[in-house]
């Protein structure tokens, strides 16, 4: 007998279709149509790829070394083929450059050259120097002269804490036509120190039979190494200087000097305030004889407006009286807004710490140098009265 089969013993075949699938039933719960949830998930799939791409190609690009353009390859001169000579083509930036293992470099400077041949002068205009050599920072400034000019030389303002110092300074020589030929234009750049002597940076020489006279020049100079400083036969006076605008004092003192020639006799130093170019007060210290270093130590202090004081000079001259009755002036320094390089620099410096006194050394200038420099006006005397 057979025995028919127990519905409720029998298993009925499972069907994979059945079974739930997440990412249809998240499909099918998004209230959006299927068309927009294809076209957002293709969207985000695109983003990231791109993606992607971009971070390899990144990381490529990193590895690989960076080619220089060509437009900016250097072109060896020698290899070019051609009549043109090497000096007339301008060199590259890069070629200027100090290159490893080669000679050692100073610096460039920018000067500009005119001669006038009405008033027989030579106008030099120092626009900026660059890549000055010394280690970490520097103060510098520039001291210009010409050699048939003995005595006579322009000073530039110290420029802070630079090695690339803009200049835009102009000054002039006179040189007659007759010795442009044999003149030599001297540029020293120095680092300024306060209490010490200046620290030579560069030198530039240039003869002037090399330039043209009958156009403005303005091209880049190589510096060369930094030469012996000039010996200063007429010496160095250290003074100190303070102002206080709320009273009007303008208080110096007269420290010492040095490096005075031995051959004087009786040195003092006579202070003196000019106006408008006209002499207004002076005072002086007392004599130190036989000594090519006077210690003075003596304070002078005048009442200088803060009104008038634009249109004040200083002038601090070292006397000497020899066997003669008479006193000559040794040398003279000119402090104030007309004063020029480091005197200029020490007067800006009393102005900007007020109420502080700035000690200082400077070289002595030659009398006549700072005299054609105040270009004094003189005292008008009343005439007499006739009397009818």
């Known amino acids: 007998m057979g025995y028919a089969p127990d519905p409720r013993s029998t298993l009925a075949p499972i069907d994979a279709t059945t079974e739930p699938s997440l990412i249809p039933d998240l499909i099918a719960r998004i209230p959006w149509p299927r068309w927009v949830v294809f076209i957002v998930i293709l969207a985000a799939g695109v983003l990231l ?161 090399t330039v043209d006279p009958q156009h403005v020049l303005e091209s880049w100079y190589q510096l060369g190494p930094p030469g012996t400083t000039e010996p200063e036969p007429m010496g160095e006076l250290c003074f100190s200087l303070r102002y206080v605008p709320s009273s009007g004092r303008l208080t110096v003192v007269v420290l010492e000097a040095r490096g005075l020639d031995p051959g004087l006799g009786e040195t003092y130093v006579k202070v003196q305030l000019m106006l408008n170019q006209r002499k207004w007060k002076k005072k002086k210290t007392s004599s130190k004889k036989g000594t090519t270093t006077p210690y003075f130590n003596e304070a002078f202090s005048f009442l200088v407006p803060f009104s008038q004081l634009q249109n004040v000079d200083l002038v601090l001259a070292v006397w000497a009286r020899g066997l003669q009755l008479w006193a000559e002036p040794v040398g003279k320094v000119l402090l104030g807004p007309r004063a020029s390089g480091q005197p200029l620099q ?31 006006q003189p005292r008008r005397l009343p005439l007499p009265r006739l009397h009818s």
């Open 49 to 209: 790829v791109s993606c992607l791409i971009c971070v390899i190609c990144c990381c490529c690009h990193r590895r690989r070394p960076r080619k220089q353009p060509k437009d900016k390859e250097a072109v060896g001169l020698g290899s070019a083929q051609s009549s043109t000579t090497t000096h007339l083509v301008q060199p590259d930036v890069d070629c200027l450059e100090p290159c490893s293992g080669g000679a050692q470099q100073w610096g460039r400077l920018l000067l500009s050259l005119e001669y006038n041949f009405g008033s027989q002068e030579i106008k030099v205009g120092l626009r900026q120097a660059e890549n000055l050599k010394t280690e970490g920072t520097a103060d510098p400034y520039a001291r210009i002269s010409v050699s048939t000019q003995a005595g006579r030389r322009h000073e530039t303002k110290v420029h802070r804490g630079t090695l690339c110092p803009m200049f835009e300074e102009t000054c002039s020589f006179l040189v007659p036509p007759a010795e442009l030929p044999r003149a030599t234009l001297k540029v020293q750049l120095l680092d300024f120190k306060r209490f010490s002597e200046h620290e030579p940076l560069g030198e530039l020489q240039l003869p002037l039979s």
């Open 346 to 376: 020490h007067w800006a410096d009393m102005l900007a710490h007020a109420r502080r006194p700035i000690a200082q050394w400077h070289h002595l200038q030659s009398p006549r140098e700072v005299d054609r420099a105040l270009a004094l």
